[in-house]
């Protein structure tokens, strides 16, 4: 299968600085990337759908201007969490697209803590 | 509303039983499914998809896929310990939309 890779796997980070979370597709080319939020012992929250070379689409209720989403090359799309707060503890997953049958490669997952 | 049905579980089965998960969907003109493990603190890794109707089997594992009835379904056959996971039902219902349903956490006793 595809092979997707995110760095940082873990950070811990002060309260109001930023992190920044990486998700790159390593052996294929994917123009849609994902971008999913999992509290402990919840379901999969999707935040974003990142397009090459066009501007994220968020779902409602997340914040655009707090988790900043770049997707500069068919590689690799990247997660800015800015000015963290504790409350975005979570551990972040990308997962790359591929078009037919549509199915999800994920990433390994960022377990972000914000102290 | 489109969504994604699954039982919470837990599902507990003894070593060596088939387990049976299940999941509905609500969009008739949804393509493509997918079933999906994720153990506790881990991301979901791909076990297979389905797209025409009837049974796809992959080693132990077998999907089934009814789209009249709008359902599909994952069979382990030869529970071991270490399917022990939460499995998350996924459906594509066009383009780049896939919808994850909550996920059931499967048990198996040794």
């Known amino acids: 299968g595809a092979v997707v890779s995110q760095h940082p796997s873990w950070v811990i980070c002060k309260s109001g600085t930023s992190v920044k979370i990486e998700c790159r597709s390593l052996?294929?080319?994917?123009?849609?990337m994902f971008w999913y939020r999992q509290f402990p012992k919840q379901s999969l929250m999707l935040m974003a759908t990142?397009?090459?070379?066009?501007?994220?689409?968020?779902e409602q209720g997340v914040e655009k201007d707090k988790f900043l989403i770049n997707h500069a090359s068919l590689t690799l799309s990247t997660l800015t969490v800015t000015s963290a707060h504790p409350e975005d503890s979570s551990f972040y997953i990308c997962?790359?697209?591929?078009?037919?049958?549509?199915?999800?490669?994920f990433g390994p997952g960022t377990r972000l803590t914000v102290t | 509303q489109k969504e994604v049905e699954q039982n919470s579980g837990p599902l507990s089965v003894p070593e060596g039983a088939i387990a049976s998960l299940n999941c509905t969907y609500s969009?008739?003109?949804?393509?493509?499914f997918f079933w999906y493990r994720q153990y506790s603190g881990k991301s979901p890794e791909l076990i297979m998809f389905?797209?025409?109707?009837g049974d796809k089997e992959d080693g132990r594992f077998t999907a089934q896929l009814n789209k009249a009835s709008q359902y599909v379904s994952l069979l382990i056959r030869d529970s071991q310990p270490s399917d022990s996971a939460t499995y998350l039902c996924?459906?594509?219902?066009?383009?780049?939309?896939?919808?994850f349903g909550a996920g059931t956490r499967l048990f198996v006793k040794a």
């Open positions: 997962s790359a697209h591929l078009t037919s049958p549509g199915e999800q490669y």
């Open positions: 052996d294929f080319q994917a123009t849609t």
């Open positions: 990142s397009n090459e070379g066009s501007k994220a689409t968020y």
């Open positions: 969009d008739r003109g949804s393509q493509s």
């Open positions: 389905i797209y025409s109707n």
């Open positions: 996924a459906v594509n219902t066009g383009g780049f939309k896939t919808i």
